[in-house]
């Protein structure tokens, strides 16, 4: 039976799968290629005493990585301050600080779907389309409680985070930014723009 190389572990085996998957392509990186990135026996077979084929691999490191999103939003999102200028703010930063911790699951997501688009809805219905659904009732609460004049808060909600959303998905991609506007001067903006948009009450 194939041996790990001691030191070697599972974890190690998924971090270096989603690195080359990220940079090579799923199609392009071999199963020997991860073993040789972990340190094991090209011929080795090690990997598989951990995963049974490259197509598991990949399934596990998603939802690995996809486990950690989904709880770095949930503990933002817990404590949201009471005041909305800064709950956009806070909510702004944690956003882009997941992507950007997250940049080669983004690439391996967006450069991968059509090959494996039941693994990405995954993604879709546990991190993005509950961050929508929080942000929603964030902003209805805010027009409930008389803070925020807002008549659609769901499509309040879509506009605001997909324009937030934007900017890291274009670094990430081509290594530009919208308008190559530096980030804190594109944060700054997309925050007057939110409470613009949401027309906050003093």
Known sequence: MARTTP?????????????????????????VDIQVACGLAPGSGAL???????????EQAVRRNLETMAKQHADALAELPAD??????????????????????????????????????QMWQGVLDHLYRECTE????????GQAD?????ATAAVLLSSLTY???????IGHTP????????????????????????
């Open 7 to 31: 030191g070697v572990t599972r974890e190690r085996i998924l971090d270096e799968a989603i690195r080359l998957f990220s940079t090579r392509g799923y199609d392009a990186t071999s199963v």
């Open 48 to 58: 598989y005493k951990h995963f049974p084929s490259k197509r598991a691999l990949l």
């Open 84 to 121: 909305p200028r800064a709950a956009l703010q806070l909510l702004a930063q944690v956003v882009w600080a997941v992507m950007d911790s997250e940049r080669d699951l983004v690439r391996i997501m967006i450069r991968e779907f059509a090959g494996f688009p039941e693994l990405f809805e």
């Open 138 to 145: 964030w902003i209805t609460g805010l027009r409930d409680s």
């Open 150 to 154: 807002v008549t659609d808060p769901e």
């Open 167 to 173: 900017y890291p998905i274009l670094d990430i991609l």
């Open 179 to 202: 308008g190559d506007v530096a980030p804190q001067r594109f944060l700054t903006s997309w925050l007057d723009h939110a409470a613009s948009t949401l027309r906050l009450t003093d």
